[in-house]
């Protein structure tokens, strides 16, 4: 069993829900980036996605492509992504770790090297938008070899019959995009998104993860009720701009109310 899917076990058995949350690599400093995983994991997220920076993030929104742009204006690589995840790890850092990138930069350091440094790091999965399950063979067996979960997205446009295919492919968790479109905010949950997590949630057998839009705790508390996990991204990269001269103290205390609203749900559906 993987550390992703140990976590999600040990949660299930609690009766609770994953809390993952995404930050950009290297943003908004290089310095910034242990200090806010150290953070991270003691304000409650159970996985968290570190972003690669990328020049051409499809499917980012303006948040985090702004975020993305400054990390690679701060001069950030994979290489020395790799290098400050290995010294997470070896400072004590437990939470699984997942990195979200494109087939370009992984295509480029080549599929088997990439894999194989970020299991040697201490990173437990990788997400690549824009792979699909036809073309993702050589990542599926690179990342089998290296112990390394490989978690593709499903979205609301997916068909009922790719969704089986997508769910029985990915490892770890499925992602469950909960909008169309890009990543960012969103006021309310679309009225066609719970039909399309009841049915997800139906035909996975790996945990369910649901992001795209997530940027209050009563969103994520009512978005819990579908899937098995909830995934912040644009707001918490928000969060962490705005409170960057504070030690991220909004950024800790929006994650904490964000875990809080999980817990409280989790306790009156019992």
């Given at each position: 069993m993987t550390k992703i899917a140990r976590t999600f076990s040990i949660l299930k058995k609690q009766k609770r829900k994953a809390l993952i949350g995404y930050m950009t690599a290297g943003f908004p400093t290089k310095s910034s980036l242990k200090t806010l995983v150290r953070k991270l994991e003691a304000s409650g997220l159970d996985i968290l996605e570190i972003g690669v920076p990328f020049s051409d993030p499809?499917?980012?929104?303006?948040?985090?492509?702004?975020?993305?742009?400054?990390?690679?204006?701060?001069?950030?690589?994979?290489?020395?992504?790799?290098?400050?995840?290995?010294?997470?790890?070896?400072?004590?850092?437990q939470l699984p770790i997942v990195f979200m990138s494109y087939c370009n930069p992984i295509y480029a350091m080549g599929i088997d090297a990439f894999f194989r440094k970020a299991a040697s790091s201490g990173v437990d999965g990788v997400i690549i938008p824009d792979l699909i399950p036809e073309e993702g063979a050589p990542y599926a067996l690179a990342a089998k070899r290296h112990g390394i979960d490989l978690i593709y997205l499903v979205a609301p446009t997916t068909p009922k019959a790719r969704i089986r295919i997508v769910a029985g492919k990915t490892t770890g968790f499925l992602y469950a995009v909960s909008l169309t479109g890009v990543t960012g905010v969103q006021k309310a949950l679309p009225a066609e998104a719970a039909g399309f997590l009841n049915y997800t949630t139906s035909v996975s057998r790996a945990p369910v993860a649901v992001g795209f839009g997530i940027t209050t705790p009563d969103q994520a508390r009512h978005i819990a009720r579908y899937a098995d996990g909830v995934i912040v991204g644009s707001e918490l990269i928000r969060q962490i701009e705005k409170s960057k001269s504070l030690s991220f103290t909004a950024a800790c205390a929006f994650v904490n109310s964000l875990r809080s609203a999980l817990d409280k749900e989790t306790a009156h559906a019992s």
């Open positions: 499809i499917a980012d929104g303006p948040t985090i492509q702004h975020s993305s742009q400054i990390a690679l204006k701060n001069g950030v690589t994979l290489e020395w992504i790799f290098k400050s995840v290995n010294e997470l790890r070896q400072e004590r850092v």
